[in-house]
């Protein structure tokens, strides 16, 4: 295993630490993973929703909402229809609950049994039958053409909240809310589908303010040398909707006040100080003001920040949290647009906690599902995880409990290795009705029943699993020398549905190429894709479209179904199509070293750094740090079932850390042995027992004092601080 250091500036690292006021040490890995931009370093160093973006820069968003109140207002029947999956779960949780707070006739439906993945014909003939005049699907729905096609014709308006790659031809649903469409609007891609479902909830609940369809008008005249310089911006849902900008001589500025006269309109008119402003506006134009009255912003200003009323504009920039944020120097008319937007958000805050309030619901699902953990996911997982570390949410609190997790902080790696694998069993097993009515439920008797039903079934999962991995090896083998060793698929009548994206997982991890498992129904064989780095599956699977009867997901992981009696065609095919691809070549495993820590600075404390840049995961993976001449002074082979872990206690100048190497016990005695001296790389932890916290390290790698070495782009890095010379 190769240990790579990428050389960084370390002016730039200083730079970074004085700007930002961080610890030099966590402006050299931000430095060193590329995370320099203003835009992407606010979702590291801030947690405040401000910085979330706006659910109506979806373009369809507002058409949404407003089609959703009219059907709570007519009390028509409302369906919601998730998918089997934690994404699809925790979706149909969120919208259930928002709906159903604000007074909606509100059902929901998950695939069962052996259903496909996704609304199907049957689902909308039933919600036909059941009177449902309005279907949301979440998670789900962006490839259902003809199931949408069957709602219009049976009265049914159709609204798609999804996140999966769209097909060519989108639906014709009344509304489709999908940040991967073109014409979405959306900044951001990659949002799990809870997290679209979200960005609805939170929506409807902002239509309850004063604020929601008002158009606003955000008007400056400032002083320039001989002329004014005149800025307005609409802003409707604290979104920016048109500018305008002119420079106004005085005496001859009447063409510019007719342009501005039709671009206010009707709108509700916003001057940052009123009095100052219609001073400055008739010195500019010689002519009393023209619009109906304007409202002064100091008043909303001092409602919402009082500290702020008073202040100038360029008093509150410099001062400003966003404009840190910003490539180039904010202007005082950009400060008083975000000001504008701030102050909305925190006066009409009380109308979307409830939406906040289910954030932990999102982050499941957003971790779940493997969603990067970049841009706004990382705010939207970090509230979400202090909610479930609160132990709000009682059937979230049950398998907390079941799992000895109550009273600890929560973080990714309790969700993706203990919490989701519970929630997905019961979709894997065809129940995923289960873990939506465990959310949904509020009664402990009730609680306590499915909570347990579904530990039991997440057994039953693990059961199966662990017989048909055995049973498939010989299988695997095969296609893999077959294929020359580049893809792995196996196919048979004895894989239960429910572990063929488990199964696929497995073998892409062992045999590191993408595979294919597919399991064989009555009627219809069905298939999960896993695929490695660099090769998207969904593009992959568009060479089978004419045999597939249904197929979606995304670059990593992919379904498909199609016909028994095409089976055999399609495997051939694929075969066909394995052979001319050009996969990704697998390269030697390399780890890439965050930062390098001398004996002498290696404390306790460093593990702060490591906390502000949680949470870790898809995207942005775990901290690596590299620390050479540790002492080995205890090693003890550990383990329940094997003993094939190594528990060390490590000494560096000042401190001794407990360690863990995972899977290590034959690097013992080869590597390294009690009383050496040892190169390490490692991550850091925080270890709890006994009520007790301390910092342990988790080790990726480890050898011999000098007998490795770290390697560098071109040449160490030396960072310069008043009081520090080292190498980080």
């Not at 003809?146 to 049914?156: D, Y």
């Not at 609409?234 to 920016?240: A, G, L, Q, S």
């Not at 499915?450 to 055995?470: A, M, P, V």
């Not at 306790?604 to 001449?629: I, Q």
Request: proline residues 4%; contains cysteine; hydrophobic residues 40%.
């Amino acid at each position: 295993m190769i240990w790579i250091k990428k050389e960084i500036d370390g002016s730039q690292v200083k730079e970074l630490s004085i700007k930002y006021e961080i610890d030099i040490i966590l402006a050299s890995i931000l430095v060193r993973r590329g995370i320099v931009d203003p835009e992407k370093l606010v979702y590291y160093l801030e947690d405040d929703i401000r910085f979330l973006n706006n659910p109506f820069c979806f373009l369809q968003m507002e058409k949404a909402v407003d089609r959703i109140y009219q059907a709570i207002e007519k009390k028509e029947k409302i369906l919601i229809y998730g998918d089997r999956d934690v994404d699809g779960i925790t979706s149909t949780v969120c919208m259930v609950e928002s709906l159903t707070s604000l007074g909606a006739d509100v059902g929901w439906a998950v695939p069962l049994g052996n259903d496909d993945y996704g609304l199907s014909l049957t689902d909308v003939e039933d919600a036909a039958k059941n009177n449902m005049r309005l279907l949301i699907t979440v998670d789900c729905g962006i490839s259902n053409i003809n199931e949408v096609e069957l709602a219009i014709t049976r009265g049914i308006d159709v609204i798609v909240v999804d996140h999966h790659n769209p097909p060519s031809l989108l639906p014709h649903a009344f509304a489709v809310i999908n940040p991967k469409t073109e014409s979405s609007g959306y900044p951001f891609r990659e949002l799990a589908g809870c997290g679209v479902a979200s960005k609805l909830d939170w929506a409807l609940n902002f239509a309850k303010s004063d604020f929601y369809k008002k158009d606003s008008l955000l008007l400056s005249c400032t002083p320039l040398n001989e002329s004014y310089l005149l800025e307005a911006v609409v802003v409707r849902n604290c979104v920016e909707k048109k500018r305008f900008r002119e420079n106004v001589v005085p005496g001859i500025g009447a063409a510019i006040l007719g342009k501005l006269t039709e671009f206010a309109g009707n709108t509700d008119i916003y001057l940052f100080d009123k009095a100052e402003q219609l001073k400055l506006f008739g010195k500019a134009f010689t002519v009393s003001w023209p619009f109906k009255e304007a409202l002064n912003f100091q008043d909303l200003l001092k409602e919402v920040f009082p500290a702020l009323a008073g202040k100038s504009l360029l008093r509150i920039k410099e001062k400003s949290r966003i404009g840190k944020y910003q490539r180039k120097m904010i202007s005082e008319f950009e400060m008083f647009i975000s000001l504008y937007m701030s102050a909305v958000l925190k006066k009409e805050k009380p109308c979307i906690d409830a939406a906040l309030q289910r954030l932990d619901l999102v982050a499941l699902g957003t971790i779940a599902d493997l969603m990067p953990l970049v841009n706004e996911n990382r705010i939207i997982v970090k509230k979400g995880l202090s909610l479930i570390s609160s132990f709000s949410r009682e059937g979230l609190r049950e398998l907390l409990v079941k799992k000895n997790l109550l009273g600890k902080e929560i973080s990714t790696t309790e969700i993706s290795w203990q919490i989701s694998p519970i929630i997905n069993a019961s979709g894997r097993l065809g129940e995923p009705n289960k873990a939506v009515e465990l959310f949904l439920a509020k009664e402990q008797r009730h609680l306590d029943e499915l909570s347990e039903y579904i530990f039991d079934l997440n057994e039953q999962r693990k059961d199966i699993g662990d017989t048909l991995w055995r049973n498939i090896q010989r299988e695997a083998r095969e296609s893999y020398d077959k294929t020359n060793q580049k893809f792995v698929i196996v196919a048979d009548r004895s894989i239960h549905r429910g572990v063929t994206g488990i199964l696929a997982t497995k073998l892409v991890n062992y045999f590191k190429v993408p595979a294919c498992i597919i399991c064989q129904l009555p009627e219809k064989a069905v298939g999960s894709m896993r695929s490695t780095p660099d090769f998207p599956l969904t593009r992959f699977l568009d060479q089978f479209k004419p045999i597939l009867t249904d197929y979606g997901g995304h670059d990593m992981a992919a379904g498909f179904n199609l016909p028994n009696n095409r089976l055999d065609e399609f495997l051939h095919q694929l075969h066909d199509v394995i052979e001319t691809t050009v996969f990704p070549e697998e390269q030697e495993k390399f780890l890439l070293v965050d930062a390098e820590i001398p004996l002498r600075f290696l404390s306790p404390d460093l593990y702060n750094n490591v906390v502000k840049l949680m949470p870790f995961g898809e995207g942005n993976p775990p901290v690596l740090f590299f620390t050479p001449g540790l002492l080995v002074e205890k090693c003890d082979v550990v383990g329940k079932k094997e003993q094939v872990h190594i528990k060390l206690l490590l000494s560096s100048d000042r401190f001794k850390f407990p360690a863990m190497l995972w899977n290590g016990v034959e690097l013992y005695k080869t590597q390294f042995s009690v009383g050496e001296k040892v190169d390490v790389v490692y991550k850091m932890s925080k270890n709890t027992f006994m009520n007790t916290e301390t910092i342990q390290l988790v080790i990726e790698d480890i050898a011999r004092h000098g007998e490795k070495k770290l390697s560098v782009d071109r040449q160490e890095t030396t960072i310069f601080d008043e009081n520090v010379f080292s190498k980080y």
